[in-house]
């Protein structure tokens, strides 16, 4: 198919660690809350990282039948829970054809602690008490599948798995699906528990995680003492629709979806090119899709994950795209009060660049104080900041070297 489609957003949901619905989500980011806390998921006496930016009192059984929650991962809890407030929110459930309908939803790692916890059953037990449900609830696919199933959408119903891009990824796939002719609804976005014994112990292994126990000293992007990210858990959904088939429903439209770039370094397993070549084609895609808007009316939520290497790199990417306009950007990195949420962090970034233009009001880098010289660009240091933009670039970039990037416009 050839066609080429407007697309525009309808709906949205959130669960994060600074907020488990789209009101408390947005108040809490935009007034600097440190999602940041104590793990208490397992006990962290025996490791070298003891915080992380869980979710907070979330029941999903709030979402799901109590049946269906005990056959499901927690990153399934949690897509569905996203995945159900975008939908009531758009309110296109009865008003799409199931074969016109889909879902795309990422998670980079899928059901790990479903994997520990039955594989250390596996060990101590033998493989009689290993559970018929283990398989579907481990496997990354799905949170998509779940969701597709629920509100019978018999379109593609795919996982994107692609590390820390995968809500990125998903999303933009979703996109082209809608764009090109493929499908009118997508629900799409990502999700990601991997706040685990063994998840944890693999990322303080990598020397990824910031092993400092200071819950404000933790996640500091674009900050010369930064030493890591720390690991959260989420999920993010958006519901994406046809212009014209959101507009004969009467649909309320947050935003067009105007733009996607995916590319891949092809240079190392974790470390970002330090040429940032494939990182900034990435952007510079999403941002010709999206009509070359002017630096100066742009907020960029960047993947900010705190580490030294991905900063300086997508630093430079900015540069590379943008030339010395790249100062005229507004930019923030949320990671700074959610943690990095890995598969789900690109939907939710999604969701709060959106809300940061249609509200004019940009969210902060909170813990930002002292900025490293090689990330010099406007980060919007410790508070919210009004300003009026027209386009918003979502950054994500995953191990393998993946690159992503969507771009939203003010819907006109």
């Known amino acids: ?52 930016a869980e979710v907070k009192d979330f029941d999903p059984k ?59 059953k596996f060990l101590d037990k033998g493989p009689r008490f290993v559970s018929p449900y283990f398989i579907p609830m481990m496997i990354p696919n799905m949170a998509a599948g779940t969701i597709a199933i629920r509100y019978g959408m018999q379109g593609a119903a795919l996982p994107a798995v692609s590390a820390c891009a995968s809500g990125t990824n998903a999303l933009g796939e979703a996109l082209r699906a809608i764009r090109h002719g493929y499908a009118d609804v997508m629900i799409s976005g990502g999700t990601e528990a991997a706040l685990t014994r063994s998840s ?44 014209e088939h959101a507009l004969a429903r009467g649909a309320k439209i947050y935003a067009e979806f105007s733009g996607y770039g995916s590319t891949c370094d092809a240079y190392h397993m974790t470390a970002p090119d330090p040429d940032a070549k494939a990182g900034a084609a ?34 430079l990417a900015l540069k590379k795209v943008f030339g010395e306009a790249a100062y005229d950007l507004c930019i923030s990195s949320t990671k700074s009060m959610t943690g990095h949420m890995l598969g789900g962090t690109g939907a939710v970034e999604a969701i709060a660049s959106i809300l940061a233009m249609n509200n004019s009001l940009i969210p902060p880098t909170i813990g930002l104080d002292e900025q490293d010289p090689e990330c010099d660009l406007n980060c919007t240091p410790l508070k919210a ?27 006109e």
């Not at 895609?285 to 808007?293: D, K, Q, V, Y």
């Not at 002017?294 to 300086?312: F, Q, R, W």
């Open 1 to 52: 198919m050839t066609m080429d489609r407007k697309v525009v957003v309808t709906g949205l949901g959130v669960i994060s660690p600074v907020g488990n619905d789209i009101e408390r989500f947005w108040k809490n980011i935009t007034s600097g809350v440190n999602g940041i806390g104590p793990i208490t998921r397992f006990d962290p006496s025996d490791f070298a990282v003891k915080i992380g």
């Open 62 to 120: 709030d979402y799901m039948d109590k049946n269906d929650v005990r056959k499901a991962d927690h990153n399934v809890h949690m897509g569905v829970a996203a995945a159900v407030q975008a939908v009531e929110d758009s309110g296109i459930e009865g008003h799409f054809e199931a074969e016109r309908a889909g879902v795309y939803f990422g998670s980079g790692i899928g059901g790990i602690e479903t994997f520990e916890n039955t594989f250390e």
């Open 200 to 243: 944890v112990a693999g990322f303080i292994k990598m020397q990824a995680l910031n092993l400092t126990d200071d819950v404000n000293r933790a996640s500091l992007p674009f900050h010369k003492d930064r030493g890591g990210f720390v690991i959260g858990e989420g999920a993010g959904a958006l519901v994406l629709e046809s212009e």
């Open 282 to 315: 990435a952007i510079r895609n999403a941002w010709l899709e999206s009509g070359s808007p002017a630096a100066s009316e742009i907020y960029v939520n960047a993947h900010g994950t705190g580490t030294p290497l991905n900063d300086k790199s997508e630093t």
């Open 385 to 411: 900041v009004s300003r009026e933009v027209s386009c918003v670039l979502s950054t994500s970039l995953g191990f393998g070297g993946h690159n992503a990037c969507v771009g939203f416009k003010k819907y």
